[in-house]
């Protein structure tokens, strides 16, 4: 994530609390955020330097009318300083600043297979001893990892998979 991207989030994030808008800012940048990351043409449009800056504004007013003040500016601001290619990484910021500032965190998860009930319950107690904050759990599959799982919590990690272990086993092998 760039330095500009953190910069201009601030910025929404401040502005927003301010006037008292920041969970309708922060609704629009979680849909900004999703919609650009799930529609490979938006993000071609947005980082494109052929398209005029007129075209794009269009298509982000057409396709995220409706949207709060603030975050409709937000458009302008990165049109005007020709630096829309980074509105997702702006509006995924913006979220990951607005859940901070809540004291609320996202756990990522990875597993080797989608999680069980039982791989939560024992997730969550992990959680726990890591964090007091309240946390959404994200459930991440990577089949790599063959078994157990990696927790990541802000700049904590807890890695319980099958595949570290086999890694410290090789190491332990080679170093005797």
């Known amino acids: 994530m760039s330095r500009a991207a953190v910069r ?10 301010d006037q008292k808008a920041a969970d309708a800012v922060n609704n629009d940048m979680v849909a900004i955020a999703k919609t650009i990351s799930e529609n490979e ?8 330097s052929v398209i005029k800056s007129e075209v794009k504004k269009a298509a982000l007013t057409q396709i995220f009318s409706g949207i709060n003040n603030i975050s409709s500016e937000l458009f302008n601001i990165l049109i005007a300083n020709k630096r829309i290619d980074i509105l997702e990484s702006v509006a995924q910021k913006y ?4 859940d901070e500032l809540n004291g609320k965190e996202v756990a990522q998860v990875t597993t080797a297979v989608p999680m069980t009930k039982d791989l939560e319950i024992k997730v969550l107690a992990k ?23 990696i927790l990541r919590i802000g700049d904590k990690q807890f890695n319980a998979s099958v595949l570290n272990k086999l890694n410290k086993l090789k190491r332990e092998f080679t170093l005797n």
Do not use: Q
């Open 127 to 149: 959680i726990k001893e890591l964090t007091s904050k309240a946390v959404e759990v994200e459930n991440i599959v990577d089949e790599n990892i063959i078994g157990g799982f």
């Open 95 to 98: 979220t990951l600043l607005f």
């Open 41 to 48: 043409e938006l993000s071609l449009v947005l980082k494109s």
């Open 8 to 17: 201009y989030a601030k910025a929404a994030l401040s502005l927003a609390t």
